[in-house]
């Protein structure tokens, strides 16, 4: 399947923001729903800054388990873009020195912060097994959807 259209995907988001009560459900759902929509996306998940401020803790997510539930700010791409509050797209993570790897399948990521009131909150993470798969649409939709979701944290 192509990439399929932005508008619809970002309508449904819209729909599960309004229909479910806690963030968890919605940050699951949404989750499920790219993964689900958007072929190259096989692990969709979400980190979120704990209590203390330096560390990431894995949230709601589909695909692969992973053993990265908590990582610290700087530490791998998530934790980078932590530190940065800038998205990181990486077409091929052979590349990268600084990658935590979660599976042999994973080819690409990219990770989008997702800010409240100009402070990070936390990510949406997203992998995939092919290299170079992320395109335009692709930081047009994930940045709509972080946008969405600040009013959650």
């Known amino acids: 399947m192509p990439f399929p259209h932005i508008k619809p995907l970002l309508n449904s988001v819209d729909t599960i923001i309004n229909e479910l009560d806690s963030r968890d459900e919605i940050l699951q759902e949404i989750s499920a729903l790219l993964s689900s929509k958007v072929d190259h996306y096989n692990w969709v998940g979400f980190y979120i800054v704990d209590e203390s401020g330096t560390n990431l803790i894995l949230g709601p997510y589909v695909g692969a388990t992973t053993d990265h539930v908590k990582i610290a ?4 791409i998530c934790g980078q873009v ?4 800038t998205s990181r797209i990486i077409q091929d993570v052979s590349l990268e020195d600084n990658y935590l790897s979660c599976s042999s399948n994973v080819q690409s990521e990219v990770v989008f912060p997702i800010m409240k009131d100009d ?3 936390a990510e949406l993470d997203i992998d995939s097994h092919a290299i170079s798969p992320f395109t335009e649409l692709d930081t047009e939709l994930l940045e709509a959807i972080c946008e969405k979701l600040k009013h959650l944290f």
């Open 73 to 76: 700010f700087g530490k791998g």
């Open 82 to 85: 932590a530190v940065s509050q």
């Open 119 to 121: 402070k990070f909150v």
